[in-house]
């Protein structure tokens, strides 16, 4: 099935990146103390069988990678944050076949300069999209399109400001942040889709932006993290305001083996789904919800 194959380019790219550690170690004596390079990759899987049960079931298998580093570099007042995370899953179920179940790229990037003890002056970048097509289905398990591969993307920036009390805790507000969406597919540019013009490929946002990051370690084994990203545009509608949660938790089990628990809420208005009411199909934002849950094996350096 060709959307197995981003899942096995992606199970490739940890092998190769473990095995590129572990064959190249660098030399102490010249390492560059002012970068520090982590990060986790993670598989996940999660199946239901049932046979000749009362309360009824359906069979289903499920699979994640999520590739998560961060490159931090600090020097003096000066501090570059980065972070990348590409996460793709896979579902079947009895009669329905695979679907996806998660798919995104997030590139983060904050440049700070030290204006007080917790304190930064800063510039915020960060960039989202996708790498396969995205379908929504009917009862008859007919496939629409509705997303693709920078169909869409979004990229933010801007000047502003940044508490951060450790790299546990921080919250970036930009009050004069531009934001784009791009929709490079021409049938979803041409239906308009993520509030470009019908035709266009691109939509030019102007507002505030906040990005806030919490995580708590209740254990040694036992982490919860919080992410949220809330953008208003002061050209239209600023009332209107985008917001993107995410909560992780994570559980360790052994040394590699984890299980993950994740929740992501969108508000977008922009975005409009797909309702029928009175067999009249519909579009209207509504809140959209992802759940992801799972056991698998964690490799962190």
Known sequence: MKQTLPLFLLFLFISLTGFAQ????????????????????????????????????????????????????KKGDWSWDNKAIFGYG??????????????????????????????????YMNFQTQLTNGYSYNVANQGTLISALFAPAYLTFGPGFAYKQSDNFRINFSPLAARITIVQNDSLSNQGAFGVT?????????????????????????AFENILKLYSNYISQPQNIYMDYTANLFMKVSKIVTVNAG?????????????????????HSLLQVKQIFGAGVTYKF
């Open 263 to 283: 929740l992501e809420l969108i508000s977008d208005p922009l975005a409009k789904i797909a309702v029928m009411n009175n067999g009249v199909t519909e579009y």
């Open 90 to 123: 896979l579902s079947d179920q009895t009669g329905l076949g695979w679907r996806k179940n998660d798919d995104r790229i997030i590139l983060n990037s904050l440049l700070g300069y030290k204006a007080a003890k917790f304190w930064l002056y800063t510039f």
């Open 22 to 73: 572990t064959t190249a170690p660098v030399d102490s004596a010249h390492k560059d103390t002012s970068w520090k390079i982590h990060g986790q990759n993670t598989f996940l899987i999660s199946q239901s069988s049932f046979s000749n049960w009362a309360a009824g079931g359906v069979n289903s298998f499920s699979a994640n990678l999520v590739l998560d580093y961060d490159f931090d570099y």
């Open 198 to 222: 019908p035709g266009s490929k691109s939509l030019f946002e102007f507002g505030a932006s906040l990005d806030a990051y919490y995580k708590i370690n209740f254990s040694k084994n036992i």
